[in-house]
């Protein structure tokens, strides 16, 4: 239990002085705030982490909730004894969902801010309050835990991971985020840190859909979608002991394939029926130039036919999947939201 004022950074809370209990009013609003902030920690077999995580997480924050994904260790009964609200999934159904559960549940306790972080140790407790202050304040909606601000940090990230994060920061559309305290505005540097604090507008806005790693980044875009401001503040992660179930590979493909289905349900027209298109038409040609061929000297050009009939075959495939999704996305276009 954490006393009222301990870590409490002072200056977020400004104005009105009205004192109850020795404290102002905004300094009761502020403790009350941090009573109802939430600390979620998605964990996929990390019995060897979960109990130190969830007490120092209480150190800063009381209420921790684990959602356990289908674990098959120890995790979910080391993180009820170490003393988290746990939340099982019957089986393991990847870290999207793990962070949909969490969402959904801060929702339903009407938490006032919710902060994630992962459950193997990699991201220091004791910057929780650091991030929390930037939305329990109101100023932002999201606060990240950037590895990529400050240079010590970045190189405590192993190069190939650099490399991945960089490439999926790109390709991710994400609106502009304020890069540090008193930073520019810019685009997100660490689209793929899992150390967030989200205000209770962004919980009560964003639904996470994507099931697995790509989830990251699918929040960052639902969030330029609904205009959530985002700040990012310097964090440190560590790379020590087993941090991570996936290779960087797969990791990367994985949250790539997450951004391509992105943009293919909102623009499966343009995504399908644009190449498709311009296959079918190349087919098209080459199937026209081989017909010249055979009508000059008699002989098929076994090649050219095979390579143009695939190309126009494919290329009205791809239409007709763009099509219908399209019809099947404006359907149910609800559910793409
Ligand atoms: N990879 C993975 N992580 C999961 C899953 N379910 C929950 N998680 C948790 O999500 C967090 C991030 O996963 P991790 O493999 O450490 O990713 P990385 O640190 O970004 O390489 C950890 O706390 C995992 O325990 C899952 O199905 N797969
Ligand atoms: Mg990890």
Same mark, same amino acid.
């Given at each position: 239990m954490r006393s009222p004022g301990g870590n409490v950074s002072p200056g977020t809370w400004t104005g009105d002085d009205l004192a109850v209990n020795g404290l102002s009013a905004l300094e009761?609003?502020?403790v009350d705030n941090l009573e109802e902030a939430m600390v979620g920690v998605p964990a996929y077999n990390e019995e060897d982490t979960i109990a130190s995580v969830v007490m120092k997480v209480q150190d800063h924050v009381d209420n921790v909730v684990v959602v356990d994904d289908g674990s098959n260790d120890d995790t979910a009964r080391l993180a009820e004894k170490a003393g988290a609200h746990v939340i099982e999934h019957e089986r393991n159904m990847g870290k999207g969902e793990a962070m949909k559960t969490l969402f959904q549940y801060a929702r339903q306790k009407d938490a006032s801010a919710l902060v994630t972080l992962d459950g193997d140790g990699q991201h220091p407790e004791h910057e929780i309050t650091n991030l929390l202050d930037n939305v329990l304040s109101e100023e932002h909606d999201i606060a990240i835990g950037s590895r990529f601000l400050e240079e010590d940090h970045k190189n405590q990230v192993p190069a190939y991971r650099r490399l991945g994060n960089w490439m999926l920061s790109v390709v991710t559309p994400t609106g502009k985020a304020k890069n540090g305290e008193n930073g520019e505005r810019g685009s997100v540097k660490d689209t793929q840190s899992g150390f967030r604090a989200y205000s209770s507008e962004a919980i009560r806005k964003i639904t996470p859909n994507e099931k697995s790693l790509g989830v990251d980044s699918e929040i960052l875009?639902?969030?330029?979608?609904?205009n959530l401001d985002i700040v990012e503040m310097?964090?440190?992660?560590?790379?020590?002991?087993?941090?991570s179930h996936e290779g960087p590979i797969r990791h990367t493909l994985s949250v790539m394939g997450s951004i391509v289905r992105y943009i293919e349900t909102r623009h499966s +027209? !343009?995504?399908? #029926?644009?190449?498709?298109?311009?296959?079918?038409? =190349?087919? @098209?040609?080459?199937?026209?130039? &081989?017909?010249?061929w055979w009508?000059?000297?008699?002989?098929?050009?076994?090649?050219?036919?095979?390579?143009?009939? +695939? !190309?126009?075959? #494919?290329?009205?495939?791809?239409?007709?999947?763009? =099509?219908? @999704?399209?019809?099947?996305?404006? &359907?149910?276009?609800?559910?793409?939201?």
């Open positions: 009761r609003k502020r875009i639902q969030a330029r979608k609904y310097p964090a440190t992660v560590s790379y020590d002991g087993k941090t +027209l !343009l995504t399908f #029926g644009l190449p498709g298109l311009i296959a079918f038409f =190349l087919g @098209l040609i080459i199937g026209v130039r &081989a017909l010249t009508n000059r000297t008699g002989v098929w050009p076994v090649g050219h036919v095979l390579i143009g009939g +695939l !190309l126009v075959i #494919g290329g009205m495939a791809m239409g007709i999947t763009g =099509l219908i @999704l399209h019809a099947i996305i404006n &359907a149910h276009r609800r559910d793409y939201r």
